[in-house]
């Protein structure tokens, strides 16, 4: 059974900096790419990166990038992002997913979802 | 402001057959795939319908997928209290400001 466990969000001030992590266990990590998405509270979801099975490729929304960095450590079947610069705007529940391909494509999709960790940008 | 444009509501009552739809351009809906997620009260998105019209195993056949040109929908039939949630659309989009744009969303009220 796919599983995936975010952690590492909480209460950082603006200008500040957090790391989130994405545990996964399930299936073979470094066959698929990985996404994070967030959820501002009580809004729609948005995509904020992804990355290729091999880490070699990575892709950013714009409202992130140069800020944030996606990254992943197959070894230890663990997805990264690291968050620089926040702000309130960056507030959100953030979720990693999983792909169905292991490079970058638009046939790919998110086919399992994690139950997300919160990040809140707030002084 | 979402780049794939959801009505916000949609409401119906059990047994009822509902449609949501998903309108979008050219460099996303009109050259890729379109995907659903159902997001029940207070948990993770969950995939409904990928590539237009393909149901995972596990998600029943009341609910379907279609894509015309740049605008696709999403059926329910037989409606039930169960569906109560919100729906997203999504699409890879060919444009350089990201790969994957979202609906804004549309909560489905089951009356």
């Known amino acids: 059974e796919v599983q995936l466990v975010e952690s590492g969000g909480g209460v950082v001030q603006p200008g500040g900096s957090l790391r989130l992590s994405c545990a996964a266990s399930?299936?073979?990590?470094?066959?698929?790419?990985m996404h994070w998405v967030r959820q501002a509270p009580g809004k729609g979801l948005e995509w904020v990166s992804l990355i290729s099975g091999d880490g070699g490729s990575t892709y950013y929304a714009d409202s992130v990038k140069g800020r944030f960095t996606i990254s992943r450590d197959n070894s230890k079947n663990s997805l990264y992002l690291q968050m620089n610069s926040l702000r309130t705007e960056d507030t959100a529940l953030y979720y990693c997913?999983?792909?169905?391909?292991?490079?970058?494509?638009?046939?790919?999709?998110?086919?399992?979802w994690g139950q997300g960790t919160l990040v809140t940008v707030s002084s | 402001q979402s780049v794939l444009t959801q009505p916000p509501s949609a409401s119906g009552t059990p047994g009822q057959r509902v449609t949501i739809s998903c309108s979008g351009s050219s460099s996303n809906i009109g050259s890729n795939y379109v995907y659903w997620y159902q997001q029940l009260p207070g948990t993770a998105p969950k995939l409904l319908i990928y590539r237009n019209n393909q149901r995972p195993s596990g998600v029943p056949d009341r609910f379907s997928g279609s894509k015309s040109g740049t605008s696709a929908s999403l059926a329910i039939s037989g409606l039930r209290s169960e569906d109560e949630a919100d729906y997203y659309c999504?699409?890879?989009?060919?444009?350089?400001?990201?790969?994957?744009?979202f609906g804004g969303g549309t909560k489905l009220t089951v009356l």
């Open positions: 399930g299936f073979t990590f470094d066959d698929y790419a």
């Open positions: 997913a999983k792909d169905i391909l292991r490079p970058i494509s638009s046939h790919g999709y998110f086919q399992h």
């Open positions: 999504a699409a890879w989009d060919d444009s350089l400001s990201g790969p994957w744009v």
